[in-house]
């Protein structure tokens, strides 16, 4: 069982805790079912599987040890693969979400028939994934640019990371966009120093493709003002205030 446990962990990086847990839940939802009563499926001290019924019996409680193997082997597999599938699909969107919001940097693959961008990227260093930036959060003036066709390298906002059901099957989707105010802030803090990382920015209007207005505590370099208006191929205005607006 070990053997199995860790090989179940390996295959969808889950931890080997994780595993058991995920298996005594399919296993007791299954046994449940097939008897009809509460069947709670646990691991032993020895990894092995004991699966215990319970029934009340004019108010009196009954535990009965019942057979794990009644099920046909190959039904069990497909339900435990599944119960696996979905434990770590929910474990990598919990991971993505924690960077909603923040700015990713991909490079477009495909643009289908709907103008939907198809972008390769990395919210965690080293896990490439693909996301979506659907063509309702593109530009119109970049929807058809040059600057927007496979093999480039764009900007984006992490807009949402969420589960989606694909022939019955657990995906993860990722959707990004290049069409809010956060994007403008999140390009900026990337291109100012890390000593000039106190001072505090905030997009307050964005009029995607003509300008965008930023309010700032300080200064903001102009290598960096000029560098997000190059990218957004917008005009990027800047005022100094002494606050942000709450």
């Known amino acids: 069982m070990q053997d199995i446990i860790t090989q179940f962990a390996d295959r969808y ?15 007791s939802a299954i046994l449940s079912k097939w008897y009809q009563l ?10 092995l599987l004991e699966a215990v019924a319970y029934s009340n019996n004019r108010g009196v409680i009954r535990q009965d040890i019942v057979n794990i193997t009644v099920m ?7 339900y435990l693969e599944k119960a696996l599938e979905k434990a770590a699909l929910f474990k ?22 709907e103008r939907n961008l198809y972008v390769e990227t990395e919210i965690i ?56 105010k956060t994007l403008v802030e999140t390009l900026m803090r990337n291109q100012i120093k890390s000593s000039e990382n106190q001072l505090k920015i905030c997009c307050v209007k964005r009029y995607v493709g003509h300008k965008s207005l930023v309010l700032a505590t300080s200064r903001l370099p102009k290598a960096a003002i000029v560098a997000v208006d190059r990218e957004l191929r917008e005009r990027i205005q800047v005022e100094v205030v002494k606050t942000l607006p709450t």
């Open 92 to 113: 990598q969107i919990r991971r993505y979400k924690a960077y909603e919001k923040e700015l990713l940097w991909g490079e477009i693959t495909t643009c289908d028939r």
């Open 13 to 27: 990086r889950l931890t080997a805790t994780e595993v058991m847990v995920e298996i005594e839940s399919a296993l």
């Open 125 to 180: 260093p080293g896990e490439q994934i693909l996301a979506i930036c659907p063509a309702n959060r593109i530009g119109l003036h970049e929807r058809y640019s040059r600057y927007f066709l496979p093999g480039q390298r764009r900007a984006f906002h992490l807009r949402r990371v969420e589960p989606v059901e694909l022939n019955g099957t657990p995906r993860l989707k990722i959707v990004v966009d290049r069409v809010s």
């Open 38 to 47: 509460e069947v709670i499926v646990s691991f032993r001290e020895d990894l």
């Open 72 to 78: 046909n082997e190959s039904i069990i597999k497909l």
